[in-house]
Nanobody
Framework: QVQLVESGGGLVQAGGSLRLSCAAS????????MAWHRQAPGKQRELVAT???????NYGDSVKGRFTISRDNAKNTVYLQSNDLKPEDTAVYYC???????????????WGQGTQVTVSS
């Protein structure tokens, strides 16, 4: 019922850019925080960026200055503009939304299925 649909992943050469999108749909009463995480083979999930409903952002050290997270509250959509991509950015990128879904009294987390980003050298 509630789902996060991601788009924009793919293969890019080092130094290039990608813009990832993630749209939440379904029975949504409100989303507080949205975030991007990533997981490379053999590694734990890593925080990429977070953004609050008010637009306050935080970034992982490895992407500061290169990535920008933004959101459109009216569309329940979060974006990740990824510039100057490096091979070490290669990972599956996951969208996360925290808020009120299905039950307006309870805060829940929802995750997207993930989208592959591959950066070639």
């Amino acid at each position: 019922q509630v789902q996060l649909v991601e788009s924009g992943g793919g293969l890019v050469q080092a130094g290039g850019s990608l813009r990832l999108s993630c749209a939440a749909s379904g029975r949504i009463f409100g989303i507080n925080d949205m975030a991007w995480h990533r997981q490379a083979p053999g590694k734990q999930r890593e925080l990429v960026a977070t953004i609050t409903s008010g637009g306050r952002t935080n970034y992982g050290d490895s992407v500061k200055g290169r990535f920008t997270i933004s959101r459109d509250n009216a569309k329940n959509t979060v974006y990740l503009q990824s510039n100057d991509l490096k091979p070490e950015d290669t990972a599956v990128y996951y969208c996360k939304a925290t808020g009120y879904f299905r039950d307006y009294r309870k805060i829940d987390d929802y995750w997207g299925q993930g989208t592959q980003v591959t950066v070639s050298s």
